[in-house]
C-alpha cells in the first residue's frame, strides 16, 4: 500500500531564517507531488506541484520553491522566511493517469516568529 | 481560473439528522471532483472521487453527486453521528487531472 511522510511534523522558525520541508512517498513510481499551504481560517492553496523529477510547476509567486530530486521525495525550501510563511503545510501524491485521486500526507505546522 | 465555492461555511445539526454540503464551481472542464475530510491539525481525507463522466459515488453513509454542466456538487450524508464532526472540502481537477483546486470548506458539528 501506498504511504506519504512529512517531516517535521512542527516547526517553529524566526523571520529570515531558512526552511527545509521534506515529503516522501512509498509504494509507487512516477507519482504527481504537491505541495499546498493552508493558512489559518482560508483554504488550501496550490504551491508547487511536479510531474517528474526536476519538473516543477509554481502556482503562485512566493518566497519559496520546490525541488524533486528523486522521483518519489518533494521538498519545499526558502532561503529566508517571512511572518506570512506561516501556516499549515500539506504535500499530497496523485497517480499519473485516471482517475487521478490525490492523497495527502500528516501535513507541516509552520510558525514563524 | 478555476474557483471552488462551498456553502455553507459552518454547519451544526443535532445527531441523527441528514444534511447535504454544497460545492460550486465555475469552469466546467473539469477532470474529476473531490470530496475530503480534515480533522483539526491534521491532513486530509479522501472520501469520495467522482469522474468527470459519472454523476454520483456512494461510500456507506455518503452520496455523492455531480452536475458537471451547472459546476455543481453536493455530499449527502446520512443520519449523521459526533464522529462526522470535521471539515469537508471539495476539489476539482484541471481538465489534464494534474491541477487541484479546493474550496474553503464547511465546518460541520454534529451535536450528540
Known amino acids: 500500500s501506498q504511504t506519504i511522510h512529512q517531516w517535521p511534523a512542527t516547526l517553529v522558525q524566526p523571520v529570515g531564517s531558512p526552511l527545509s520541508l521534506e515529503c516522501t512517498v512509498e509504494g509507487t513510481s512516477n507519482p504527481n507531488l504537491y505541495w499546498y499551504r493552508q493558512a489559518a481560517g482560508r483554504g488550501l492553496q496550490l504551491l508547487f506541484y511536479?510531474?517528474?523529477?526536476?519538473?516543477i510547476s509554481s502556482e503562485v509567486p512566493q518566497n519559496l520553491s520546490a525541488s524533486r530530486p528523486q522521483d518519489r521525495q518533494f521538498i519545499l525550501s526558502s532561503k529566508k522566511l517571512l511572518l506570512s510563511d506561516s501556516g499549515f503545510y500539506l504535500c499530497a501524491w496523485s497517480v499519473i493517469g485516471d482517475p487521478y485521486e490525490q492523497y495527502f500526507g500528516p501535513g507541516t505546522r509552520l510558525t514563524v516568529t | 481560473k478555476q474557483e471552488v465555492t462551498q456553502i455553507p461555511a459552518a454547519l451544526s445539526v443535532p445527531e441523527g439528522e441528514n444534511l447535504v454540503l454544497n460545492c460550486s464551481f465555475t469552469d466546467s472542464a473539469i477532470y474529476n471532483l473531490q470530496w475530503f475530510r480534515q480533522d483539526p491539525g491534521k491532513g486530509l481525507t479522501s472520501l469520495l472521487l467522482?469522474?468527470?463522466?459519472?454523476r454520483e459515488q456512494t461510500s456507506g453513509r455518503l452520496n455523492a453527486s455531480l452536475d458537471k454542466s451547472s459546476g455543481r456538487s453536493t455530499l449527502y450524508i446520512a443520519a449523521s453521528q459526533p464522529g462526522d464532526s470535521a471539515t469537508y472540502l471539495c476539489?476539482?481537477?484541471?481538465?489534464?487531472?494534474?491541477?487541484?483546486?479546493f474550496g474553503t470548506g464547511t465546518s460541520l458539528t454534529v451535536i450528540p
Open positions: 467522482i469522474q468527470s463522466s459519472q
Open positions: 476539489a476539482v481537477s484541471s481538465d489534464t487531472g494534474n491541477q487541484f483546486y
Open positions: 511536479s510531474v517528474g523529477i526536476g519538473q
